[in-house]
């Protein structure tokens, strides 16, 4: 069985940094889910859809939204099992709770997600 727990979220100020954490099991489904898998981070704003806003592949490449291109970062380290997004510039349109998952996403993979909450 994989587990998927999300960290690292909370209340930041406009043009703010947060550094979102996901920690895979670290059993060998999930070294296998980190390591084989395109991995991105999603996120749900209240009434909204959940929406992949980056993305990356077993070798490194990355993929962005246009709304968080140049403010948000994913990296991955399959060692650790961990996959992580570090946001900057945060302004209050990012508020959401973060989720981590493969790309596509699989059901039963979601975690409970951190919430991110941007204001002054």
């Known amino acids: 069985q994989v587990q998927l727990v999300e960290s690292g979220g909370g209340l930041v100020h406009p043009g703010g940094s947060q550094r979102l954490s996901c920690a895979a099991s670290?059993?060998?489904?999930?070294?296998?889910?980190?390591?084989?898998?395109?991995l991105g981070w999603y996120r749900q704003a209240p009434g909204n859809q959940r929406e992949l806003v980056a993305a990356?592949?077993?070798?490194?490449?990355?993929d962005y939204t246009d709304s968080v291109k140049g403010r948000f970062t994913i990296s991955r380290d399959n060692a650790k099992t961990m996959v992580y997004l570090q946001l900057t510039k945060l302004n209050p349109e990012d508020t959401a709770v973060y989720s981590c998952n493969a790309v596509p996403y699989t059901d039963h993979y979601w975690g409970r997600g951190t919430q991110v909450t941007v204001s002054s």
């Open positions: 990356i592949s077993p070798d490194g490449s990355t």
């Open positions: 670290r059993n060998i489904f999930g070294i296998t889910v980190i390591s084989s898998n395109d």
